[in-house]
């Protein structure tokens, strides 16, 4: 069956691979590394739609590996801004920095997750679309085309092993790139979670899923667990056309970023509810938000007198807040308070 399965796909992907701005077409040289490893590393969490202007922006300001370790990390941040998981920026700038010490990216799989932030699946799809080396690459759009292919009804997490080993049984010593590309690209356009088109599907042969009954049960989840739901204050201090921002500690939740003023609330616990200054202090409505392990309810409060906080921070022109980097969050939060 694995030989017949690489077949037909990569039959199916020279005809409908998507055209993607870090990818090579079938047929053409391997592509840039940096492109396959920034468009990896942003695609994770994100779509295709909402990460193409940023991929964009990054590769005009940075064409290079090199320039983007040159960069200052708070440019690489504020760029960064609105993709979430600010983590990984702070990697990416690390990461840069190491593979312009080593003088190029190393091709091997092994080596690749020796960079800061590369993990297994980074490591192995970079292995395979630039440098085609035979790797075992499995996103959430491969497992569900290899849970439904082999029938694997065991629930997630449990079935990722059994997953694991029956996309390596069927990945191809060559065309390496083009396999684990093709795989994501059914996964996005045929197999879908809710509604897989089968009869348009390459493998429609091949699936045991189909074959066995309705494919669109698999992979099997487990039951959601409900997400806690913090409660936070944001800070709106507002004077002569400008905005207290302040810039956030450390390596934590958003760290580095700039952001208003808050009460501290985070994944574990609620904010204190105490504001930076002193004063009487309106309401002005709530935004949401939902982290990976918890929702934030934050509160936008505004001071009907604005003073300068002792803590350090800046005067942030309105007119140019869009250039602030805020994260979403606080994107938000400053939008209901313009709006108000
Ligand atoms: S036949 Fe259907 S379930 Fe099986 S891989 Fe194709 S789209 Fe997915």
């Known amino acids: 069956m694995a030989a017949i399965v690489s077949e037909h796909l990569l039959d199916w992907y020279d005809a409908h691979a998507r055209d993607l701005p870090w990818r090579a077409r079938p047929g053409e040289p391997l592509p840039d590394p ?11 969490q994100t779509t295709v739609a909402a990460v193409k202007p940023y991929f964009e922006a990054f590769t005009t300001r940075w064409p290079t590996v090199e320039a983007l370790a040159a960069a200052p990390e708070e440019d690489v941040m504020a760029a960064w801004a609105g993709l979430g998981y600010y983590s990984r920026a702070r990697n990416l700038v690390k990461a840069a920095r190491a593979v312009a010490d080593l003088g190029s990216f190393p091709d091997t799989e092994e080596d690749l997750r020796e960079l800061p932030g590369l993990g297994a699946y980074t490591a192995a799809a970079v292995a395979a679309i630039a440098f085609g080396q035979r790797a075992v690459v499995v996103d959430a759009n491969v497992e569900r085309v290899v849970a439904r292919l082999f029938a694997l009804k065991e629930p997630l997490p449990g079935v ?7 996309t390596d049984a069927i990945a191809p010593d060559s065309r390496a790139g083009d396999f684990a590309q093709a795989m994501m690209d059914l996964g996005s356009s045929i197999c879908t979670a809710r509604d897989p088109k089968c009869l348009l599907c390459p493998l429609e ?7 066995e009954g309705d494919p669109a049960l698999l992979p099997v989840k487990a ?12 800070w709106w201090i507002e004077r002569d056309g400008a905005v207290w921002l302040v810039r956030r500690e450390g390596t934590g939740m958003l ?9 501290g609330w985070s994944a574990k616990g609620d904010g204190t509810g105490e504001p930076p200054i002193e004063g009487h202090w309106e309401a002005l409505g709530m935004v949401r938000h939902t982290f990976s392990h918890f929702a934030l309810e934050l509160t936008v409060q505004r001071s009907a007198a604005p003073e300068q906080p002792e803590r350090a921070g800046e005067w942030w022109p309105l007119d ?17 308070a313009l709006a108000s």
């Open 34 to 44: 940096y492109r396959v490893w920034l468009s990896e590393v942003m695609l994770q």
């Open 205 to 211: 042969r091949d699936c045991r899923g189909r074959a």
């Open 255 to 263: 760290g580095g970023m700039r952001a208003l003023p808050d009460d």
């Open 223 to 234: 039951p959601k667990k409900e997400k806690p739901v913090r409660q936070g204050r944001a």
């Open 160 to 166: 990722r092993k059994a997953i694991r080993a029956a």
């Open 320 to 336: 140019r807040l869009e250039e602030a980097g805020l994260p979403t969050l606080f994107a938000k939060a400053a939008r209901l």
